[in-house]
């Protein structure tokens, strides 16, 4: 019942949090898309794995220890993981909003409560930390107001865990797919033909395995294949572009080396998963997927 009126409580900011989020998110996306290596790190391009997430561990419990530590009358230390709070705050916004400069639709507007949240929180713990820089004799108001920032960082976290476990975004869009070994009739696209001489050098080719859409490039008499929605967003690799031995995504522009699927740029943080191509006995061709 909670989760639900809660749930309620957050569905109703929609009205202003999506024409604050289109507009933030044209700054952000401008901001990152000219630091496009700044921007996959701080997603995690590197680590395999969201950046954020991970970081957000730390600011919650650095503030939960500064509540303990007050309470237990140690300021000195509580004003310590009070600021280690706060300096990580800050770096898990930066990693946030590298997410952020990709995220569309309902994400976006979830996320941007989320930003809104999470920001009045900081603020709160700002405004703390500075009277408690003071060294007043009667520390109730700071510490009040780092209980009330506690309390605002919980609710920012529940809306941040629904834009990744009710929305999924950044998560990988093939976790849950399987990888069998079974071959199975590969379905080319009409408008390529349906051999393999008949698809044009280094295009993208749009094909199907059973359930599966693929993304051919036929290089010479081999035939490289890859799940055709990325593994960032969704996007439609076959229509994407072939840059340096990559498929670059329409969406967002992750790239993915065709020969085996790996991650060449971000902001995907996971691999693309590749399929293996032979003749088949019967004549055209089969698939399965390989990793």
Sequence with gaps: MLGRALERIVAAQTRWAKPLGDWLHGIVAAIFGRM????????????????????????????????????????????VALLIGILTMLASALAGYADYSTTDGRARVRATVHSVVMLVSLILYLVSLAIRATGPANRALPIALSIVAYVILAGGAFVGGDVVFMLGNMVDRHAWR?????????????????????????????????????????????ILALHSQCAHAGGPLNEGTIVDGCVECPWHGSRFELATGRRRRGPTVYDQPIYEVRAAEAGGYEARRAS
Excluded: N, Y
């Design 178 to 222: 399987s990888a069998g070994t079974k071959w199975q009739k590969l379905q080319i696209d009409a408008a390529a033909g349906d051999a393999a001489g008949e698809i044009p050098e280094g295009t993208l080719v749009k094909a199907k395995v059973g359930l599966q859409d693929l993304v051919l490039v036929r290089t010479g008499a081999t």
């Design 36 to 79: 496009l290596p700044v921007r996959d790190f701080l997603a995690g391009t590197w680590l395999g794995h969201p950046l954020h997430p991970l970081l957000t561990d730390v600011p919650i419990g650095a503030m939960t220890v500064t509540i303990v530590l007050d309470l237990i009358g140690q300021p000195v230390g509580a004003d």
